[in-house]
């Protein structure tokens, strides 16, 4: 872990991205359909960031548009895709059968000890969690041994330590505290893990007001700060705002037809050359994100939420 003392860490969502590196561990905060850090992920594709290396455990359309636009050459990851909703992320499946993106696969409680390790300081973790599994072939750097205190076989992985985090909250302040409302997933454990870790928050907020909101990442491991209202769209960020199913839809249908087309069809009209307020235009504008945050008014308003975007 890193610190960051500096006293306003607020810049551009350019500049913030700009510390992105191309060949970069980028470990992406949010899980499926939950915050995931989106209006982040459209700047690293728009500055052409290449060879990333992706760590996240459950993930979906931050992981599949980042290498739909070929900014990925590592995915570690645990599951992607769009559940029950929309199944497959074709996008990543895609890459990774071709070979385009070589996959590191693990499993959720590995990958999660593996940052700890990194936020704790220590080389490696022992870990029991691979039973029935070729887990071991895809990772020659996992080695297993007798445990010197029962003599049980235990697999030694060392500690996974990203160069920056990604990550989406409802609030951040001038210094770099930040507030995000549960589920916390893995965002904690990514920031404490992370070189630098970068922040999208929806909204900034004073140090005096953050500290009646309770922080839960303090500022010295933030390196950077960028207010993005709708940041996280189209996945949700409870309680501001529902996943856009009716985009999700358009987005996967987009995937369809290849790589090539989802470019045409996707990157273009909504990542390319289109800043984030035009992207909020593009989905709907206002009308859309008042729909949106509107989604515990009611069941019924919640249920129409969940009911537009069937795929064709």
């Not at 960031?49 to 548009?65: E, F, P, Q, S, T």
């Amino acid at each position: 872990m890193a610190t960051y003392p500096i006293s306003n860490k607020v810049v551009s969502l350019e500049d913030a991205v700009f510390l992105v590196r191309d060949g970069d561990k980028v470990a992406l905060g949010g899980a499926l359909s939950l915050r995931e850090p989106m209006a982040l992920i459209r700047e690293v594709i728009r500055q052409d960031k290449h060879n990333l290396h992706i760590i996240g455990n459950a993930h979906g359309i931050d992981v599949d548009m980042l290498c739909g636009s070929g900014c990925v050459g590592v995915a570690e990851v645990t599951y992607v895709g769009f559940e029950f909703d929309f199944g497959i992320a074709l996008n990543y499946r895609r890459v990774c059968e071709s070979g385009k993106v070589k996959v590191l696969e693990s499993n959720c409680v590995t990958l999660i000890n593996q940052l700890r390790a990194s936020a704790f300081g220590l080389p490696f973790v022992a870990q029991r969690s691979f039973g029935g599994t070729d887990i071991l072939k895809l990772h020659p750097e996992f080695k297993e041994i007798d445990s010197p205190f029962d003599g049980e076989k235990v697999i030694l992985a060392p500690s996974l330590k990203p160069d920056v985090a990604l990550i989406h909250a409802q609030f951040a302040d001038t210094l770099g505290n930040v507030r995000i409302e549960e589920p916390l997933t893995s965002d904690i454990i990514l920031a404490r893990a992370s070189e630098k870790v970068i922040i999208s928050a929806e909204k900034v907020v004073s140090p005096e007001e953050m500290r009646s909101l309770k922080p839960t990442i303090p500022y010295f491991e933030v390196t950077a700060v960028v207010e993005v209202p709708y940041g996280a769209h189209p996945t949700n960020c409870y309680p501001n705002y529902a996943y856009d199913r009716e985009h999700m839809a358009e987005y996967v249908k987009a995937t369809e037809k290849g790589l090539e087309e989802f470019k045409k069809e996707y990157l273009n009209k909504y990542v390319y050359d289109v800043s984030q307020e035009e992207y909020i235009r593009l989905i709907g504008g206002k009308e859309k994100m008042k729909k949106l945050e509107g989604w515990g008014r009611s069941v019924s308003a919640w249920k129409e939420i969940f009911s537009v975007g069937e795929m064709a």
